[in-house]
């Protein structure tokens, strides 16, 4: 009798398209990105009229005034293992003059790596960025950005680097900065610090604070609305650098 009841559907359940897609991506580089060129070239006339004599003269100057190549790279290579997400990410951008005693520009904006936790535990960017979670930054620096989650409600955030200032010439310069993150249901914020350096790191002979700042934002979000208000204040000069408040709320007919 046992042998005669039905037997039970062994089929396998299959796993949704995405969750495929993921795993087949695993353990595989991603390129993505591209290279552009566009080329700037510009021609003036100058003519001269001349009445001074029995029969009035035009002479014309043709001049070659821009004649300028600019190239820009965007290139990210990314791999997904089964613990961690990796970027490489690259931002170049050039400017080729072929006229004569004309200045080129060449500079690397963004080159960084960045390795991320897929359970989100932890993240770190290294190398050349221009953002960073939760802290504060100068702009665009060389340097070492990361964030360590404790749990659900806790993490820290740090950032320390050398800004990059294209263009100019100057004493060098230092920063670094912390931040703490708390998220409670709806609510979220975070409390951050930095200073910066002028000429030296700290002890270092010739250093010289030139700015040192103390921040704080408090987001709240449901269905219907969501707030965000942020602050900033300088502490060597005394002054609120900024003071913001958005919101946005969303009516439902009853």
């Known amino acids: ?9 062994t089929k396998p359940v299959q796993a949704p398209p995405s969750q495929v897609a993921q795993e ?3 353990g595989k580089i991603k390129i993505t990105g591209g290279i552009s060129q ?4 510009g021609l003036s006339n100058t003519n001269t009229f001349d009445t001074s004599g029995a029969t009035p003269t035009t002479t014309v100057q043709a001049r070659e005034d821009l004649s300028l190549l600019t190239s820009a790279l965007d290139m990210t290579a990314w791999k997904r293992s089964e613990k961690y997400d990796t970027r490489v990410v690259l931002r170049e951008s050039n400017k080729i003059n072929f006229l004569p005693n004309k200045p080129e520009d060449y500079r690397w904006n963004v080159a ?5 936790a897929r359970n989100r535990k932890f ?4 190398g050349r960025q221009s953002s960073a979670p939760k802290v504060w930054i100068p702009g665009r620096f060389d340097g070492l950005t990361g964030g360590y989650s404790f749990n659900s409600t ?9 800004p990059v200032e294209f263009g100019t010439s100057g004493d060098e310069k230092t920063f670094y900065s912390g931040s703490v993150e708390l998220n409670i249901l709806q609510w979220s914020g975070s409390v951050y610090s930095g200073m910066e350096y002028i000429g030296g790191y700290r002890g270092k002979v010739g250093g010289v604070k030139s700015r040192r700042v103390l921040g704080a934002d408090v987001f709240y979000s449901d269905t219907q609305r969501n707030y965000l208000t942020q602050l900033e204040f300088d502490t060597i000069y005394h002054k609120i650098n900024f003071a913001t408040f958005q919101g946005n709320w969303t009516h439902e007919p009853s």
């Not at 009798?1 to 559907?9: S, T």
């Not at 960084?112 to 991320?116: C, G, I, V």
């Open 154 to 162: 806790w993490r820290v955030n740090a950032a320390l680097g050398k």
């Open 24 to 26: 087949e991506d695993e």
């Open 1 to 9: 009798k046992i042998a005669n009841l039905p037997k039970e559907d």
């Open 112 to 116: 960084y790596l960045e390795q991320r």
């Open 38 to 41: 566009i080329y700037y070239k």
């Open 123 to 126: 993240m770190y960017r290294l």
